[in-house]
């Protein structure tokens, strides 16, 4: 049993969660690749009518091969929201936006009454300590660069693997920047949402409802 054996089991434990005429937020990375084949299936068997917004082209994708119901606007709420996380510190703060999603991730999370994270037990640490990242309208690469120094980061543009700038499906650019040990992940947010240019930044305060550890042995731990 290996921790792929694991995502794709709580992916299926997940869909208990998931009930007819519901508005479901889908989020990006490995965990919410498998919850929406898992969920494609689970809505054909009921015969649910849900709807589902999206995050990343990635899952837009994936939905569309499962013939998912999307919707491209987001409602003042949403019923529930699945995603995954690239840090989770002991107070259940998050980093996210590895895949450069955060924006969108954001705006689903913030408008959803409940929100069910799924990760690998690798993510899960006492402090978050990974880059934050960060993104940019490129017009203001520079001075947001300038501006994290002074409080502390270090940033750099994320690029692609022949050299060139990692662009958002926004259109921004994204600074990965590197504050150390994060011990205070609210006051750091807002500090750098302050700085102009900046259009979201990847630390996430709000506290997931379920959060799922998918661990090695193939098994998942369920922390409410």
């Known amino acids: 049993m290996t921790q792929d054996d694991a995502i794709k089991a709580l992916s299926t434990d997940a869909l208990k969660l998931v009930k007819n005429n519901q508005i ?3 989020g990006s990375g490995r965990a919410a690749t498998s919850f929406v084949k898992s969920l494609s299936l689970f809505v054909k ?8 917004i999206p995050t990343s082209l990635q899952i837009k994708l994936e939905a569309e091969k499962g013939k998912l119901h999307l919707i491209d606007t987001v409602p003042e709420k949403i019923d529930i929201v699945f995603d995954g ?17 955060l924006l969108r ?5 913030n408008a959803a009454k409940k929100v069910v994270i799924m990760a690998d037990d690798s993510k899960f640490v006492t402090n978050l300590k990974r880059d934050v990242p960060v993104e940019v309208h490129p017009l203001a690469r520079n001075t947001v660069a300038k501006d994290i120094s002074k409080i502390g980061g270090k940033s750099s543009i994320r690029t692609l693997d022949r050299g060139y700038p990692f662009i958002t499906e926004n259109g921004n650019i994204i600074l990965d920047c590197n504050f150390g040990v994060i011990k205070k992940p609210k006051l750091l947010q807002e500090r750098i949402k302050k700085i ?7 630390i996430f305060t709000r506290k997931p409802d379920i959060i799922y550890k998918a661990k090695s042995n193939g098994k998942f ?3 409410k």
């Not at 009921?46 to 709807?51: A, E, L, T």
């Open 221 to 223: 731990d369920v922390i």
């Open 196 to 202: 102009t240019g900046v259009l979201e930044v990847g």
């Open 45 to 52: 068997k009921k015969k649910f009518n849900v709807r589902c």
């Open 105 to 109: 991730e954001n705006i689903l999370i």
């Open 85 to 101: 996380a690239d840090q989770i510190d002991k107070e259940k703060n998050l980093i996210k936006g590895g895949g450069g999603a």
């Open 24 to 26: 479901i937020g889908l």
